[in-house]
């Protein structure tokens, strides 16, 4: 079924900051207001926000993402506390609420901590609370995996997704859509706009990241989109420049690329 009642709304790091690192304020307005209005009219959304580095870089005047944990770490948690302070003032300008929470990967192994963390979620939904989530990158301790995808909020939202038992997660990025190549590097690059699987063929058409700010690139994207499909629900992938673009996504028209199973 098409509904988009309960809803992930996942945000890129090179959406919410420029290529210039500056903070694309207009952006963040335009996704306030769109997410403010859909909870005004009886959505439940819940925002899985990248950016607290990105943010941070532009704190600490650099230019680029350091390549060091600690140095990520210590960025994040410079970052998270202005995103948050971002997004609470600009939500506040529309009269939305919204609460922060900070993930680890280990949470989803722990059936008490999920399930407290679950029981947070849905009473700040019944309380017409958007619930903010970013990983917790100061504490993360799957070293392993850090050292290959630091902070990969993709796979973060797709889980969210279904442990709450959303109605489809819609991925905001610098792409209008998923392409038969990066179409950052190949002019022919096509649009695809439905995926019912994901093929071999799929995926070597995604590579990692080429805008600097973002970390997975679309190869993250395509295993969020499976991972979503896996658990019965649907993913799309739309340009994060125009926001509003999410309420178009919910009447129903066809626009960026669906990942849904037949
Ligand atoms: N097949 C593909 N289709 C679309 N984009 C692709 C593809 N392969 C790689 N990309 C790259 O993925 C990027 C989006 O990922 P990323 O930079 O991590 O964004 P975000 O910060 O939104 O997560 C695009 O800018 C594009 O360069
Ligand atoms: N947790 C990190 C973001 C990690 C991440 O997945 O970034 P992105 O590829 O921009 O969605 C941060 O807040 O900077």
């Known amino acids: 079924m098409n509904s988009w009642h309960r809803i992930v709304v996942k945000v890129g790091t090179s959406t919410i900051v420029k290529q210039d690192g500056q ?22 959304i819940l925002l899985v926000t990248s950016g607290a580095i990105g943010v941070a870089l532009d704190q600490m005047n650099l230019t680029q993402r350091p390549q060091g944990i600690p140095e990520q770490q210590a960025l994040a948690a410079i970052g998270q506390g202005y995103l948050m302070s971002l997004y609470n003032q600009s939500f506040a300008f529309y009269q939305q609420v919204v609460g922060q929470v900070l993930l680890t ?3 989803f192994d722990n059936k008490v901590m999920l399930e407290n963390t679950l029981n947070a979620v849905e009473m700040m939904f019944s309380q017409h609370v958007i619930p903010i989530v970013n990983e917790n990158d100061v504490i993360a301790v ?10 990969d909020n993709d796979r973060l939202a797709a889980i969210v997704t279904r442990e709450i038992s959303a109605d489809g997660l819609i991925i905001l990025s610098d792409v209008d859509a998923l392409y038969t190549a990066n179409p950052a590097i190949d002019d022919s690059a096509q649009i695809i706009d439905s995926v019912t699987e994901i093929t071999d063929e799929i995926r070597l058409s995604a590579t990692g990241s080429t805008s600097g700010l973002g970390t997975g690139g679309m190869s993250t994207k395509l295993a969020a989109g499976e991972f979503v499909m896996n658990a019965g629900s649907k993913m799309i992938l739309i340009n994060g420049s125009n926001p509003a673009l999410i309420l178009e ?9 669906l990942f849904q199973g037949v």
Request: proline share 2%.
């Open 249 to 257: 996504v919910i009447a129903g028209k066809k626009i960026g690329t």
């Open 23 to 44: 903070i694309n304020y207009p952006v963040v307005n335009r996704l306030t207001q769109t997410l403010s209005s859909l909870q005004k009219s009886g959505h439940e």
């Open 105 to 107: 990967y280990d949470v």
């Open 142 to 151: 799957d070293e392993l995996d850090h050292q290959h995808s630091f902070g």
